[in-house]
């Protein structure tokens, strides 16, 4: 919630949170870079012990608000939008 603060003080663009992931359980907060790139602080994500892996099972979520933030932030990214969920960026090319 500092980082929230602070970046709201110096009038950056909060794009999604503050917020929790149902996925991971990690708290988290996107904002937007200078450079219009989607920057995200996280902490608290889930970890998998050596002694897990064999056994453990990835869980599944539908496309749905919930399923990006259990308390209940709406995002305002557009890969998060279900309009846009099955387009695929335009391929950007180096000269």
Same mark, same amino acid.
């Given at each position: 919630?500092?980082?929230?603060?602070?970046? $709201?003080? $110096?009038?950056?663009?909060?794009?999604?949170?503050?917020?929790?992931?149902?996925?991971?359980?990690?708290?988290?907060?996107?904002?937007?870079?200078?450079?219009?790139?989607?920057?995200?602080?996280?902490?608290?994500?889930?970890?998998?012990?050596?002694?897990?892996?064999?056994?453990?099972?990835?869980?599944?979520?539908?496309?749905?608000?919930?399923?990006?933030?259990?308390?209940?932030?709406?995002?305002?990214?557009?890969?998060?939008?279900?309009?846009?969920?099955?387009?695929?960026?335009?391929?950007?090319?180096?000269?």
């Amino acid at each position: 919630m500092r980082s929230y603060y602070f970046l $709201k003080e $110096k009038g950056v663009r909060i794009v999604f949170g503050p917020g929790r992931h149902p996925s991971s359980s990690a708290c988290f907060l996107y904002f937007e870079g200078p450079d219009k790139m989607v920057y995200e602080y996280s902490v608290g994500v889930k970890h998998i012990l050596p002694e897990e892996e064999a056994s453990y099972r990835p869980r599944q979520f539908p496309f749905a608000p919930e399923s990006f933030c259990m308390w209940g932030s709406r995002p305002d990214i557009p890969e998060f939008r279900a309009d846009q969920k099955d387009k695929k960026p335009p391929l950007k090319t180096v000269a």
